[in-house]
């Protein structure tokens, strides 16, 4: 039996399993997919991430954004900093860098390994993949994002999901030019959500997300913007649009079951009003091996993660829902 096994490597898990197989326990990572791996995102690490994650992410990072502008059509303010507001990353590697420095510090990870079952034993949990692999472990961590079984095969209350599109339209150095250092949110045109473009070298990251996305035709929608942003663009020649859930919770819920955690967005824990999500995934990574390396001293539950949570940003993200219900249900702040 193994000490840990980690559900998923996103930044939430592969943080998780970082940090846990540098104390000296046995961690296991099962992986769905062949890394590295696709995950729709736009990439944005805002500032406060970096202090989550281990030294030489800055290879990583191709762009430094100082200014946001935030538009509702062709109205539009831009904010300015004289330090980046965030850093752009390829999800795809990134996310494989972050698994590797979790191996590095002694993880096993196993990729093509979707997990479809989970049963509790007296003192850990036995998981079984889609293969017919069996592993067990002392602790579990499901860390398998919107698309995971985790919280379902725990038991836990699973989050709400909006929905988001997005496309990654290469352009030219001089069209990129335009956007280099600037994040365009465009945060009063559709129903709770918005839509955005990130600028990553050599690309553009354009996409439309909603919290409450149903009926809304969200392709149709990217479509449209895209038409606006790059009138000379030929839609015909488009890349593929990448759909994802964005998990997300309006109410605090059990995020833990004995020696079971969820982290990331299998907690569904990403900010209700901007979608940002890498940075809760990374803090509820660095949560979930504070409190089950604490519990492994002593083989016992898990205790204390929730409370973790609700201390280092539930707060946070209260704020976020509370100021999404204020700014998406008026016309947004940019007005006539
Ligand atoms: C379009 C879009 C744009 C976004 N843009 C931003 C942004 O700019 N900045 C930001 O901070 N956040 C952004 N987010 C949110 C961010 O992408 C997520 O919050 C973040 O990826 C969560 O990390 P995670 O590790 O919890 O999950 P994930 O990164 O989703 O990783 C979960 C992993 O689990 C694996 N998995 C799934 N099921 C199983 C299974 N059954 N067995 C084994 N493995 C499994 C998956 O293959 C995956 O590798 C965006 C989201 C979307 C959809």
Known sequence: MEDVIVIGSGPSGSTAARLLAGQGLTVRILE????PRIKPCGGALTTRALDLLPPGYEAYCKTHPTQWTFSNG???VTVDSPTPYCHTVE???????????AVQQGASLMDNSPVQDIQALPDGYQV??????????????????GHGVSARLLRLPRAKNGAAVEVEVPVSDEIFQ????????????YPWG????????????????????????????????????????????????????????????????????????????????????????????????????????????????????????????????KLSHLFYRSDGLIQD
């Open 128 to 145: 079984i993949t889609t293969t017919g692999k069996v592993f067990s472990a002392r602790y579990l961590i499901g860390a398998d994002g």
């Open 194 to 321: 918005y839509a955005w473009v990130i600028p990553r070298y050599p690309i553009l990251n354009i996409g439309v997300g909603s919290f409450r996305p149903q009926k809304l035709g969200l392709k149709v929608l990217l479509q449209e913007y895209l038409r606006e942003k790059l009138p000379f663009f030929d839609l015909d020649t488009m890349p593929r649009i990448l759909a994802h859930p964005l998990p997300y919770r309006t109410r605090f819920a059990p995020l833990a079951r004995d020696r079971a955690v969820l982290v990331g967005d299998a907690a569904g824990l990403m900010d209700a009003f901007s979608a940002e999500g890498i940075y809760s995934a990374l803090m509820t990574g660095h949560l979930a091996a504070r409190s089950i390396a604490h519990a492994a001293l002593r083989d016992a539950p898990i205790v204390g993660y929730e409370a973790a949570v609700r201390a280092e940003f539930w707060t946070n993200l209260r704020s976020a829902i």
């Open 32 to 35: 769905a997919e062949t890394l």
């Open 178 to 189: 335009h956007w280099a250092d600037r994040v365009e949110v465009d945060i009063a045109r």
């Open 91 to 101: 999800r795809q590697f990134f996310d494989q860098w972050l698994a590797s420095q």
């Open 74 to 76: 062709d109205k539009a």
